[in-house]
T-cell receptor, first 115, second 117 residues
């Protein structure tokens, strides 16, 4: 079974609007971490935000926030006030602590921000 | 601070050739891993290591070998390259364990674009 599912291969958003990128995960490990990475066209992987499985509050980092719904096993990334520089691939990832800390990645969502 | 360094950045191989992708990190991270990135497939784990002398297979290990003789280095070997191994390869590292490292992300190298013809 897929550990991480990202169902939106591509999305468009108007500049200055908010956008939500979906991510669902599958694990039986009680202790895990959820991560979002950005990959611009230059190819490097840029860490954006982290949510721990025991965190009570949703993580926020500047314009990024993570909508964590543990019972539904979802960890959606919300980008507020989109900018042209946000155009990139976005990957959701999960680390299972009791599974040797392996990272699993989703297939990614290509976000295009329109001026 | 160099972080994670991958070499080479680009490589073209002929079918059947062998080569080693190099990965080095200077952060004293116990955990290191190799991924391949194919269009529409995200990053898939090839092999990983939780410390010097310890390696294990990930999701797509066939056709690849690894070893970890030092904490710093984690090379990936293709023994007999095939066109199906054309991909972008990423090396990543992070500290092991939870506690203060619970929320530490994986640090990635710049990637190696490999083409097998």
């Amino acid at each position: 079974a897929q550990k991480i599912t990202q169902t939106q291969p591509g999305m468009f958003v108007q500049e200055k609007e908010a956008v939500t990128l979906d991510c669902t995960y599958d694990t039986s490990d009680p202790s895990y971490g959820l991560f979002w990475y950005k990959q611009p066209s230059s190819g490097e992987m840029i860490f954006l935000i982290y949510q721990g499985s025991y965190d009570q509050q949703n993580a926020t980092e500047g314009r990024y926030s993570l909508n964590f719904q543990k019972a539904r096993k979802s960890a959606n990334l919300v980008i507020s006030a989109s900018q042209l520089g946000d155009s990139a691939m976005y990957f959701c990832a999960m680390r299972e602590v009791y599974n040797f800390n392996k990272f699993y990645f989703g297939s990614g969502t290509k976000l295009n921000v329109k001026p | 601070n160099a972080g994670v360094t991958q070499t080479p950045k680009f490589q073209v191989l002929k079918t059947g050739q062998s080569m080693t992708l190099q990965c080095a990190q200077d952060m004293n991270h116990e955990y290191m891993s190799w991924y391949r990135q194919d269009p529409g497939m995200g990053l898939r784990l090839i092999h990983y290591s939780v410390g010097a002398g310890i390696t294990d297979q990930g999701e797509v290990p066939n056709g690849y070998n690894v070893s970890r003789s030092t904490t710093e280095d984690f090379p990936l070997r293709l023994l007999s390259a095939a066109p199906s191994q054309t991909s972008v390869y990423f090396c990543a590292s992070r500290p092991m364990g939870g506690g203060e490292y619970m929320n530490t992300e994986a640090f990635f190298g710049q990637g190696t674009r490999l083409t097998v013809v």
